[in-house]
């Protein structure tokens, strides 16, 4: 078990912030898909006591478990107790859970690329409805990684991406719904533009 410490910031694109990673010689993995169900039982039981169970495709299959922390612990910053395992047969995990009554309740999809700098990691994520770069670690290095990066923790949000997706949901001429995949067009285009050799397609 884990304490997950995040920030999330919306940018236009990722140039600045991955010129800054190379002159700070960070790290990183290739940029690769992600695939993420978000699994419930019939009566909401998780999302009611604020817990989630996801299962994650990517570089690796991931099952995570994550769980709201004491609520007088304070900060800018998201805090969740998070426990993660890889899977080896994600289609049979998910038979299991499925079997002990949890269904899927929402599916989501990234691009993501991983940075290692120091003791954060910063992720590039490109989601349907935009472009975020997400920090996590202990706060402190947060907010030390931020500066170094040019990002205004102003602007910053320790929302989830489906709470985000929700209010993108609610402007004018927005789509409706609680899932956010890539309509196959958009999807193949930035699996060209990033050159991902494994879509999981």
């Not at 919306?10 to 912030?17: G, H, I, L």
């Not at 419930?40 to 006591?49: N, P, V």
Request: charged fraction near 30%.
């Amino acid at each position: 078990m884990k304490i997950e410490t995040e920030l999330k910031f919306q940018v236009e694109d990722f140039a600045s912030v991955q010129e800054r990673l190379e002159l700070l010689h960070a790290g990183h993995t290739p940029w690769y898909f992600e695939k993420n169900i978000v699994l419930d039982d019939d009566q909401g039981s998780l999302k009611s006591s604020s817990a989630l169970l996801r299962l994650r495709t990517g570089l690796e299959n991931k099952l995570t478990l994550k769980l709201p922390m004491d609520p007088t612990v304070s900060g800018l910053a998201k805090h969740r107790l998070e426990h993660e395992t890889v899977v080896g047969n994600i289609r049979d995990m998910e038979s299991i859970l499925g079997y002990l009554g949890f269904k899927t309740w929402l599916s989501y999809e990234k691009f993501r690329q991983v940075w290692y700098w120091e003791e954060v990691k910063v992720c590039l994520d490109i989601l349907p409805f935009g472009r975020f770069v997400e920090i996590e670690g202990d706060e402190a290095g947060i907010m030390n990684a931020a500066g170094n990066l040019g990002l205004d923790t102003d602007k910053a949000t320790a929302k989830t991406y489906h709470q985000l997706n929700q209010e993108q949901n609610k402007k004018p001429g927005s789509r409706t719904g609680d899932d956010f995949v890539f309509d196959p067009d958009r999807r193949e285009y930035l699996v060209r533009e990033l050159n991902i050799q494994n879509s999981g397609s």
